[in-house]
């Protein structure tokens, strides 16, 4: 079955981490940039952070820019999202998304980009 599957969301207070995971089951990330995207009850979802295929190129939403670091484990097939500093406004269910291979031009910041997704952590940051 092919999925990717995060983990790693929950409650947490402002100012708090947390860490997600992306695991990948039936596909491979290695050749693919891999990205981190979010939505917010009654919000459009957002691009957060994309890796290059490699891991040697990151790419940040401003909103999370400093306080916010992807990751990737090739070897491993998974992807994280360290999030520091944590804000209410960070509140949102978070998916990781597969993109381009190494031929296709990144950053790639829209979501039609990408071609696998998965089910969603919920991430709620309190005040």
């Known amino acids: 079955q092919v999925q990717l599957v995060e983990s790693g969301g929950g409650l947490v207070q402002a100012g708090g981490s947390l860490r997600l995971s992306c695991a990948a089951s039936?596909?491979?990330?290695?050749?693919?940039?891999m990205g981190w995207f979010r939505q917010a009850p009654g919000k459009e979802r957002e691009f957060v952070a994309t890796?290059?295929?490699?891991?040697?190129?990151?790419h940040y939403a401003d909103s999370v820019k400093g306080r916010f670091t992807i990751s990737r484990d090739n070897a491993k097939n998974m992807v994280y999202l360290q999030m520091n500093s944590l804000k209410p406004e960070d509140t949102a269910v978070y998916y990781c998304?597969?993109?381009?291979?190494?031929?296709?031009?990144?950053?790639?910041?829209?979501?039609?980009?990408?071609?696998?997704w998965g089910q969603g952590t919920q991430v709620t940051v309190s005040s």
């Open positions: 039936g596909l491979t990330l290695r050749s693919y940039a």
């Open positions: 998304a597969r993109g381009g291979g190494p031929k296709v031009v990144w950053p790639q910041l829209a979501g039609a980009e990408y071609d696998y």
């Open positions: 890796i290059n295929w490699s891991g040697g190129s990151t």
